[in-house]
């Protein structure tokens, strides 16, 4: 936190529908500010315009390493939405069990249909989520992720994807 | 996932806590409906700031509270006894040692929570290592009297009776202690007294290290405290320490509370057990006693009357930064005046408090 900003987790307990968020500072309580919580809000860590992906070699998605069709990206989010494993506010996620989003969910990359494999929260962290994405097939360049979960499509993010059998889909 | 953390990183991401909407209530140190203090032992300040061995008191709980750089136990007052004497009564009654109550009790009714008994405010003190079936008059494994004033008066122990019904319910198992908080059923002056091997008085296996114990066992228990509804609807926590290692100190002396300036305020002025004292009678409304009336109270460490609140302009998923936000998702506030100091989580789970805020 700082004087402009605080990152905080939402808690679980938190109703979807409007909301208010009051900041109570040594004893001081700011007014309220009116905001709408949805049961899911998929958004995509971002550095600048690019999804904060890992390719499937482990190294971060980006235009000098991008991945090739087929290729497995691990996809860095938050706002799921709801699990199949309860977690507590401000509690890591466990690796067992796995906390899976419950609510349909779908992706794609440039516009074309990008199965996602797993989508849940990410072992050991607060309030992350993970989507396991297979690459479809397509040509070398940038394109657009967007995840949907619950109906809800999140903010477009890129993924460098490269020609076939080469770069950081080697050995997939 | 290292790399990945280096992103969070440098994004600031790695900053979380999970926010806390309280009640609106006025800055005044007199606005506390309920004290919680913890009394560890035995070190000077100089010992405890920047410990290796202190993680939790250093870069979780001062950087949310108000504390005190220049505390000192009252001059030349040792050893423990004298001064938890004097943080109830505002004087040592001549005693220079720790022997128990049966030769060092007191007949006067001038003392805290006798005043606060006559003033209608409950009281309670929670002591590590007793069994609670009796009024614990003699040391037992890690429990020990002279850490314990109340037992010394008696009108609290009915002169020194180990049935005494009084003392029995107001001197409790620290056992009791998290149960009552979560019940919504603590006193609204609690005194705490962690046992020898969690107030830094003893070194204990398996750390062998009195002040990690004690920040250990303080990491564990404050949360409680902090997520306790009589400490979100009001609540203090100081956490002082008896006396120095060396000399009169200067010795710790940490507040938290909604009211307290916080973000890691820092004071110099010259505080003692007196001012400790003093304070909780103001908070309370009682005449101060003995030297307390004499000493500078702790109000400085408490935010005034009339300071600027926090203004929120947004909020945002704490990824995309879009307006789409879901429950258990990170999430980001902007705004003006959020916080005192920047300040990030030190560990899992994220706290509910952070910085005063």
Redesign the interface.
Known sequence: ????????????????GPA??????????????S?????????????GSHA?A?NQD???NDAGHPIAPAGTLVV????????DNA??????APSQPLSRATQPYSATIGGQIAPIQFLGL?P?Y???AQANITVPNLSRGDYPLVITVGG?A??A?DVSVGAPGSGSAAGN | MTQFMKIMKTFGLAVLMWYAVTNPASAQMNDIKTVFIIVMENHDWAQIKNSLSAPYINQTLLPMASYAEQYYNPPRIHPSLPNYLWLEAGTNFGIGNDSDPKINHQGTTAHFVTQLRDAGVSWKTYQEGITGTACPLASSSQYAPKHNPFIYFDDVTNANDPNSAFCIAHVRPYGEFAPDLKSDAVARFVFITPDLCDDMHDSCSPLEDPIRQGDTWLSNEIPKILGSAAYQSGGAIFIVWDEAENGDGPIGMIAISPFAKGGGYSSTTHYTHGSTLRTLEEIFGVLPLRDAASQTDLSGLFKQAGATGATVAGVTNGASFSSDVAPGALASVFGTNLALATASAASLPLPAFMGGI
Not at chain 1, 20 to 33: E, Q
């Open positions: 936190m700082s004087p402009g900003q605080i990152n905080f987790q939402m808690p679980y307990e938190t109703s979807p208010s968020v009051v900041i109570t500072t040594s004893g001081s309580p700011s007014p309220g500010f905001f709408t919580v949805s049961p899911s809000a998929p958004g995509v860590f971002l550095s904060i890992q482990g190294t971060l860095y989010l938050t706002g799921q939405g709801p699990l977690v507590a506010t401000g509690a890591a990410t050991g607060v309030g992350l809800v999140g903010k993010a």
